[in-house]
C-alpha cells in the first residue's frame, strides 16, 4: 500500500527554525518526484515546489522560491520541508504528494498532512 | 505562469441533483488537468486525470470532459458523500496550479 507519512502538528514562535518530514513506503520512492502543497486557515491549495529524491533536483514556484527549503533523503524514503525564520503567516497545514516520474503527472497519493501554527 | 480560475466558487446542491464545476486555464495546456475532492479535515482524493480518465475506485458518476483552456467536473446524481470542496490542477511539466476551488454544500 503507498503511504507518504508525515510528521506531527508543530508549534513555533515567530523567528524560529522548523523542518517537516514525508516517509513515503509501499512504491519505489526513486521513480517519484515528491511535492508540498500550502494550505493555509480556510484557504485553498498552493503548490510550494517539488523534488526529485534520486538526484535532489527541485523546482521551486515563485511564490515560494527563498522562503522554503526542500530536501529528501533517499537513504530513509524521506522528503522534507523546512524554514529558516517562520513568520505568523506560515501557519499552515502543509501536504506532501507523490508524483510519478516522467513528464506530464499529476499528484496521485497524499500524506495527511502537518499543520503548522506560528504563534507569539 | 499559467494561472488556474474555477466557478462557482460556491455551489448550493440537493442529493440527486447534477452539478457541474468549470476550471479554466490562462494558456491552452492540452489535457493536463486533474480533479480533485477535498473533504473537511482531509487531505485532497484525486477523481479525474487527464481532463477526463477517472482515477481507479472512483465512482462513474463523476466525469471530466475540456481541453485546451476550459474544463469541466461534472457530478451526475449528487451522493452525501459528495458534499466537499473540489480543486482544479494543472500539470506542466514541473510546473503546477490550483484553482481556487468550488465548495458544494445542502442546499
Known amino acids: 500500500e503507498v503511504q507518504l507519512e508525515q510528521s506531527g502538528a508543530e508549534v513555533k514562535k515567530p523567528g524560529e527554525s522548523l523542518k517537516i518530514s514525508c516517509k513515503g513506503s509501499?512504491?519505489?520512492?526513486?521513480?517519484?518526484?515528491i511535492g508540498w502543497v500550502r494550505q493555509m486557515p480556510g484557504r485553498g491549495l498552493e503548490w510550494m515546489g517539488i523534488?526529485?529524491?534520486?538526484?535532489?533536483?527541485?523546482t521551486y514556484s515563485p511564490s515560494f522560491q527563498g522562503q522554503v527549503t526542500i530536501s529528501a533523503d533517499m537513504s530513509i524514503t524521506t522528503a522534507y520541508l523546512q524554514w529558516s525564520s517562520l513568520k505568523a503567516s506560515d501557519t499552515a497545514m502543509y501536504y506532501c504528494?507523490?508524483?510519478?516520474?516522467?513528464?506530464?503527472?499529476?499528484?496521485?497519493?497524499w500524506g495527511q498532512g502537518t499543520l503548522v501554527t506560528v504563534s507569539s | 505562469d499559467i494561472q488556474m480560475t474555477q466557478f462557482p466558487s460556491t455551489l448550493s446542491a440537493s442529493v440527486g441533483d447534477r452539478v457541474t464545476i468549470t476550471c479554466r486555464a490562462s494558456?491552452?495546456?492540452?489535457?493536463?488537468l486533474a480533479w480533485y475532492q477535498q473533504r473537511p479535515g482531509k487531505a485532497p482524493k484525486v477523481l479525474i486525470n487527464k481532463a477526463s480518465s477517472l482515477e481507479n475506485g472512483v465512482p462513474s458518476r463523476f466525469s471530466g470532459s475540456g481541453s485546451g483552456t476550459e474544463f469541466t467536473l461534472t457530478i451526475s446524481g449528487l451522493q452525501p458523500d459528495d458534499f466537499a470542496t473540489y480543486y482544479c490542477l494543472q500539470y506542466n511539466i514541473l510546473s503546477y496550479a490550483f484553482g481556487p476551488g468550488t465548495k458544494v454544500d445542502i442546499k
Open positions: 494558456q491552452n495546456i492540452g489535457s493536463w
Open positions: 523534488i526529485f529524491p534520486g538526484d535532489s533536483e527541485t
Open positions: 509501499g512504491f519505489s520512492f526513486n521513480t517519484h518526484w
Open positions: 504528494a507523490r508524483r510519478p516520474w516522467g513528464s506530464y503527472r499529476y499528484f496521485d497519493s
